[in-house]
Antibody, heavy 122, light 106 residues
Framework: QITLKESGPTLVKPTQTLTLTCTFS??????????VGWIRQPPGKALEWLAL???????RYSPSLRSRLTIIRDTSKNQVVLTMTNMDPVDTATYYC??????????????WGQGTLVTVSS | DIQMTQSPSTLSASVGDRVTITCRAS??????LAWYQHKPGKAPKLLIY???NLESGVPSRFSGSGSGTEFTLTISSLQPDDFATYYC????????FGPGTKVDIK
C-alpha cells in the first residue's frame, strides 16, 4: 500500500526559503519507473504542478517556477524534499506530494498525501 | 505551455442526476488526460486516466471520454458522496491542471 505524508513549517516569512519533506512508503524511488511529484493549491484556487523527481534522479520543474524550486530525494529514508526560495504571500497554499504514474509521456498522480498548509506572512 | 479549461465552473445538481463536465486543451494531448475528485481537507482522488480508463476501485458511474482537445467526465447517477470539485490534468507535455468544476447540491 502506497502512502505519502508531507511535513514542514506552517508559517514562513516573505523572502524566506520553504523546505517541505515528503515521506513515503509502499514503493522505492530507486526502482525503475517510480516518480514523486509536488503539487500545490492556493486557497480557493486550482491545483498547480510544481516539480517531479524520477527514480534515476532526473528532475522536472514547472517552467513558471523553475528558478525558485529544487527537488531532491533521499532513497535511504524514502523521502523527497522540495525547496522554494523567495517565498511571497501568493505562495500561500496547501502543498501536496504525490506518487507519479508513468503511463504516458509524463505523469498523472495515483496516490496523494493529505497535504500541508503553508502560510506566507510577516 | 498547454492550457486547460473546464466548463462549467460550477454545476448544481441533485442526487440521481446525470452530470457531464467538459475539459478542453489548448492543443492536442492525444488521450493523455486524467480526472480527479477533490473534497475540502482531503487528498485529491484519481478517477480516470488516459481519458477513459477507470482507476481501480472507482465506481462505474464515473466514465471519461474524448481525445485530442476535448474531453468529458460523466457521472451517470450522482450520489451524495460525489459532491466535490473535479479537475482534469493533461500529461502530454509537462503537467497542467484545469481550473476545476465544483459540483454542488441543487
Amino acid at each position: 500500500q502506497i502512502t505519502l505524508k508531507e511535513s514542514g513549517p506552517t508559517l514562513v516569512k516573505p523572502t524566506q526559503t520553504l523546505t517541505l519533506t515528503c515521506t513515503f512508503s509502499g514503493f522505492s524511488l530507486s526502482t525503475g519507473g517510480e516518480t514523486v511529484g509536488w503539487i500545490r493549491q492556493p486557497p480557493g484556487k486550482a491545483l498547480e504542478w510544481l516539480a517531479l523527481i524520477y527514480w534515476d534522479d532526473d528532475k522536472r520543474y514547472s517552467p513558471s517556477l523553475r528558478s525558485r524550486l529544487t527537488i531532491i530525494r533521499d532513497t535511504s529514508k524514502n523521502q523527497v524534499v522540495l525547496t522554494m526560495t523567495n517565498m511571497d504571500p501568493v505562495d500561500t497554499a496547501t502543498y501536496y506530494c504525490a506518487h507519479g504514474n508513468s503511463y504516458g509521456p509524463t505523469h498523472f498522480f495515483d496516490y496523494w498525501g493529505q497535504g500541508t498548509l503553508v502560510t506566507v506572512s510577516s | 505551455d498547454i492550457q486547460m479549461t473546464q466548463s462549467p465552473s460550477t454545476l448544481s445538481a441533485s442526487v440521481g442526476d446525470r452530470v457531464t463536465i467538459t475539459c478542453r486543451a489548448s492543443q492536442s494531448i492525444s488521450s493523455w488526460l486524467a480526472w480527479y475528485q477533490h473534497k475540502p481537507g482531503k487528498a485529491p482522488k484519481l478517477l480516470i486516466y488516459k481519458a477513459s480508463n477507470l482507476e481501480s476501485g472507482v465506481p462505474s458511474r464515473f466514465s471519461g471520454s474524448g481525445s485530442g482537445t476535448e474531453f468529458t467526465l460523466t457521472i451517470s447517477s450522482l450520489q451524495p458522496d460525489d459532491f466535490a470539485t473535479y479537475y482534469c490534468q493533461q500529461y502530454n507535455s509537462y503537467i497542467t491542471f484545469g481550473p476545476g468544476t465544483k459540483v454542488d447540491i441543487k
